[in-house]
């Protein structure tokens, strides 16, 4: 592991607070002056400003997020999901986010391994999201979404429909990848707006008995 990964998941640095700390001196791998780029492993020893740097216990944490809150450290000016977390998981990183706007499941750790294998788009990790429009989605817009997909500026984007009512406001979106936002550009390409966006399930990770605002520790997947 390059030390910069190894000094932002074991303190919750962000990775480029970690370089800025390997540039300034700050980091020490046995005893000698790390630089950017070097590689670490279980026997090394390293510190950050003098006191020893240890790893830490993998965790994963799974969120409900309200909307309303920012996935970030800094709200600037908005209510940031870490102040629904206690101190001790404050240093765990989203695993992808939800806009502001958006609500539902989050997946938190300070496993980047775990990260990247939920995230990476070869491991097609399915995921679910229930959404609200603000009139009814006509036939040949989702026979478009669904068979041809929509033109953005990153892309075509498509993903399966499913209506959760009769009035076709509502319906649930399955999708394997996530780009920024997409569901909300895709449905806007297309003159819709999304009042409501809710993620239910990230891969094997689903809401289930986890009220708005709760969160619980969760065990690595299979």
């Not at 969120?63 to 001790?88: D, F, H, M, W």
């Not at 006509?138 to 478009?144: G, L, Y």
Request: hydrophobic fraction near 35%.
């Amino acid at each position: 592991m390059r030390v910069n990964a190894f000094v932002a998941q074991a303190t919750g640095l962000s990775r480029r607070a970690a370089d800025q700390a390997i540039q300034q001196g700050r980091v020490t791998i046995n005893g000698g002056t790390a630089r950017l780029g070097d590689k670490v492993g279980t026997v090394d020893t390293i510190t950050l400003d003098g006191s020893q740097v240890v790893p830490s216990k993998k965790t994963i944490v799974m969120l409900n997020k309200p909307a309303g809150y920012v996935c970030s450290r800094r709200g600037q000016g908005s209510r940031t999901i870490y102040r629904l977390l206690p101190a001790e998981y404050h240093n765990l990183k989203p695993i992808g986010r939800l806009d502001k706007a958006s609500s539902g499941l989050l997946l938190l750790t300070n496993d980047g391994q775990l990260a990247n294998a939920l995230m990476h788009p070869r491991n097609a990790k399915t995921k679910l999201y229930d959404v609200v429009l603000d009139k009814a989605l006509s036939a040949p817009h989702r026979q478009r979404i669904v068979s041809r997909g929509v033109h953005l500026e990153d892309g075509p984007s498509g993903f399966g429909l499913e209506p959760i009512d009769a009035t076709n406001h509502k319906w649930r979106v399955t999708m394997q990848e996530g780009r920024n936002r997409q569901i909300r550009r895709t449905f806007s390409a297309l003159g819709y707006d999304v009042r409501a966006l809710h993620r239910t399930r990230f891969g094997p990770y689903n809401l289930h008995g986890l009220n708005t605002g709760e969160y619980r520790v969760v065990a690595p997947p299979a």
